[in-house]
Structures are given as C-alpha cells and as structure tokens.
C-alpha cells in the first residue's frame, strides 16, 4: 500500500520539463539573461556579470516553476558557433532570440540571423520571444523602435526576394508569425522585464502542450 499511495504521490506531483534555446549574436546577452534567471528563481545564484565569458558552445540551466521545469539552453553567437543551432531545433519547446537593442550597427547582421530562425521548418510551430535587451542603456532602441526597425528590415528583404523571383516556398507562413511575433523589453543585467519574459514561455509551453495532446486526441 505505501508504494501504491508512494507511486500516486509522485504521479500527481511530477513536474513535466520543456527544453527553451536562447539563441541571438555574440554579446548580445544571452548568459547574463540566463544567469539572471537562475539567480531569480534557483536558491543558488547564477554567475555575476563580471564572471561571465563568451559562450563556446553551450550553457545550461534549469528552473522549477508550478507544475512545470523549464530548462534552458544558451547557445554561443558567434559566426562559427550559429551552425550547431539547428542541432537543438527539434528537442526544443519554445526559441528565445536575444537582440541587442544597443548595437545599431549589428542590427541587420541580428536580422539575418533572426529571420534565419524564423525560417527552420523545425520550429515552425513552437512559441518564439523577441527579446530587446539592454534596455537599462540610453543608448538602447526601445521595443517599439526595434519592431520598426525588423519590420522594415523584412519588407526590404521581400522586395528584394520580389525582384529576383526567389521568394522562399515558406515566406506564407513565416509572414503569419512575424505578424504575432512577440517582442519585450529587458535588461538582463539588472533583471528588469527578465520574470514577465519567463512568465510569457511558461503560459505558451503549456498551451502547445495542450494544443498537441488534444491533436492527438482527436
């Protein structure tokens, strides 16, 4: 009876776990972002902005929310590095895309990549988050000014893809989500906008779950 009563425990009490990548260019913040996660939610702190070095290869961290553990996957930006990506494209549950609201000359080389991610077939159908960050800088872009500027970065790109008649078969639907697309503010360094960005992945999570258990269902 008490490994019956033990296994039900258990049963009701077991927290399902979905895999986020933080992907973005090289210094855009993505390991400060998540050790500041873990500094916000773990008992034990992540690492101090002074402590943090570019990422070669991959950083891991895993919180526990409600019902549920996110685990995080922060992948290195650098141009070498970005072609190990697609590698974690069909084990994740939600994209996180870090861009760098500060660096307005790297903004079209972030958009290259973004609209790159955008493109995967393999995550077609999973939540993705446009993170502005280092908004605690004057010099950052703020939300509004960064959706503008990728929103006349796009219409460019297809009016260029229009001139050579080379529009990519998935434009429809990635046309479709950058029209949902998410954006928020943060600042990684000081934390601001950092819980209602996890708050935004664990409720999309958890409707894709469910969106696939009744797909399954039916």
Not at 39 to 57: A, E, S
Not at 86 to 106: K, N
Not at 173 to 196: F, Y
Request: with cysteine; glycine share 8%; proline share 3%.
């Amino acid at each position: 009876m008490y490994h019956l009563l033990k296994g039900l425990h258990e049963y009701l009490t077991r927290k399902e776990e979905f895999s986020v990548i933080i992907l973005g260019l090289d210094g855009a913040g993505k390991t400060t972002l998540l050790e500041k996660i873990k500094t916000l939610y773990n008992d034990v702190p992540g690492l101090t902005p002074d402590k943090i070095g570019p990422t070669v290869g991959q950083n891991m961290g895993k919180i526990t929310l409600p019902s549920t553990i996110l685990q995080f996957w922060d992948l290195g930006g650098q141009r070498g590095i970005r072609n190990i990506w697609h590698r974690y494209y069909d084990d994740c549950h939600a994209v996180v895309f870090v861009i760098d609201a500060e660096d307005r000359e790297r903004l079209v080389e972030g958009w290259e990549v973004f609209d790159s991610v955008l493109s995967a077939p393999q995550i077609l159908g999973v939540p993705l988050l446009l993170l502005a960050n280092k908004q605690d800088s004057p010099e950052s872009l703020s939300v509004e000014e960064i959706r503008t500027d990728y929103d006349e970065w796009y219409r460019n790109r297809q009016e260029n893809s229009r001139r050579r008649y080379d529009e990519d078969e998935n434009s429809g639907d990635r046309g479709e989500r950058i029209a949902s697309l998410d954006v928020m503010g943060i600042s990684a360094l000081e934390g601001t906008g950092v819980r209602a960005a996890v708050d935004w992945l664990f409720i999309r999570v958890q409707n894709s779950r469910r969106r696939e258990d009744q797909n399954r269902g039916s």
